[in-house]
């Protein structure tokens, strides 16, 4: 009878903690979200709408201009650009204003617009976006290609 062994669950675990795979997980991870979560906030998805007062504001504003009309968090769209993974601190970050944003500040929860929890509230109903699912497979790729090996044994 011949048996073969095509994975190295030993390789696997001493990997799973290298800085190698953690910069690979977060390049099939968390670098597509952020892209997601910019995407959310172009398309005006993030509530609540705009009060009606800033609306004219941004209507009535010469400088900066306003790319983003009637959208929430998309007025100039430095909030957008600012937004990335930061892998040192594994999070995602963004410009100062961002958090307060998120909490409502000063202004209270009821005032918030944490669109990344909306964003993830969105994803339950999809399961995973295809941009993640397509960023995986490399990954997974990987992690297959780097603890294979074959090692015919014979009993």
Do not use: C, W
């Not at 048996?3 to 977060?26: M, P």
């Amino acid at each position: 009878m011949k048996t073969s062994i095509n994975f190295d669950f030993y390789r696997l675990s001493k990997y799973i903690g290298s800085a190698n795979y953690n910069r690979k997980k977060s390049d099939a991870t968390f670098k597509p979200l952020v892209a997601e979560y910019q995407n959310f906030i172009r398309k005006g998805k993030v509530t609540p709408a705009l009060e009606t007062i800033t609306k004219k504001k941004r209507k009535s504003r010469s400088f900066p201009p306003t790319i983003g009309g009637d959208k929430p968090l998309y007025d100039t769209g430095k909030l957008v650009r600012s937004l990335r993974y930061d892998e040192r601190k594994r999070a995602v970050m963004g410009v100062d204003y961002a958090e307060h944003q998120r909490t409502g500040g000063k202004y209270g929860k009821e005032k918030a617009r944490d669109f990344i929890k909306q964003y993830e509230d969105t994803l339950v109903e999809k399961k995973m976006t295809n941009l993640q699912a397509s960023n995986l497979k490399p990954l997974i790729q990987q992690i297959r290609q780097v603890f294979r090996r074959k090692m015919p044994k014979t009993f």
